[in-house]
């Protein structure tokens, strides 16, 4: 069945350093990518989105780029601060057209100032 | 509008006993969805409504675990018999549509279930 990998956390970064947390899948068809987000004591929030292969997904500085080559949807952003802190999933919704979901396990960033 | 509003926000239950939980969706969403975060298992997809469709209850993990969704709008997910292992946080989101463009799923701050 579909599955989501990304890389484990937690990651801790120093402010203005560049961040990517990667992200590879395993689907049949053209499934849709997502980068989603949760702040602390906050609920889960869209970062950045993709629907087909090349498209990349932008927001806050933050951007994805959907590689079928590579099956991957790493998240990067150039300087990142101490707002940036969060924990991130990475996200599919299969071609199957069933509604749902599929998430990884989730990666936590720290960014000390 | 106001965002997927669920409850309770917190709820503590001795193992054995029932729960209810819910979830309001943004009005004018059509499909709604129920996930469970928890630590061993990350997110996990439960069950989806969309519209008048039957509801997709291939995540539901036992027997134990149900959802019905009235008039289109306001979710309840029913734990019965509780067990420990049900501790999670119970995620509600909702979207205009389940596929196309403009489908985005806007969740909910989450119901922490605790099992005693």
């Known amino acids: 069945g579909d599955s989501v990998t990304q890389m484990e956390g937690p990651v801790t970064l120093s402010e203005e350093a560049f961040l990517t947390i990667n992200c590879t899948y395993t689907a049949t068809g053209y499934p849709s990518l997502f980068w989603y987000v949760q702040y602390p004591g906050e609920g889960l929030q869209l970062l950045l989105k993709a629907t087909k292969a090349d498209d990349k997904g932008s927001n806050k500085g933050f951007e994805a780029t959907y590689r079928k080559e590579t099956t991957s949807f790493h998240l990067e952003k150039g300087s990142v601060q101490v707002s940036d802190s969060a924990v991130y999933f990475c996200?599919?919704?299969?071609?199957?057209?069933?509604?749902?979901?599929?998430f990884g396990q989730g990666t936590t960033l720290q960014v000390k100032p | 509008g106001a965002g997927v509003s669920q409850s309770p926000s917190n709820k503590v239950t001795e193992k054995g006993k029932d729960v209810e939980l819910r979830c309001d969706p943004i009005?004018?969403?059509?499909?709604l969805y129920w996930y469970r975060q928890s630590l061993g298992q990350g997110l996990e997809f439960l069950i989806y409504f969309q519209g008048n469709s039957a509801p997709d209850k291939s995540g539901l993990p036992s027997d134990r675990f149900s959802a019905e969704r009235t008039g289109g709008s306001v979710s309840t997910l029913t734990i019965q018999r509780t067990q420990q292992e049900d501790s999670a946080v119970y995620l509600c989101?909702?979207?205009?549509?389940?596929?196309?463009?403009?489908?985005?799923?806007?969740f909910g701050p989450g119901t922490r279930l605790t099992v005693l």
């Open positions: 989101a909702s979207s205009l549509a389940v596929s196309g463009s403009i489908y985005e799923q806007f």
């Open positions: 009005s004018g969403h059509t499909a």
């Open positions: 996200a599919l919704h299969g071609s199957s057209n069933t509604g749902k979901l599929i």
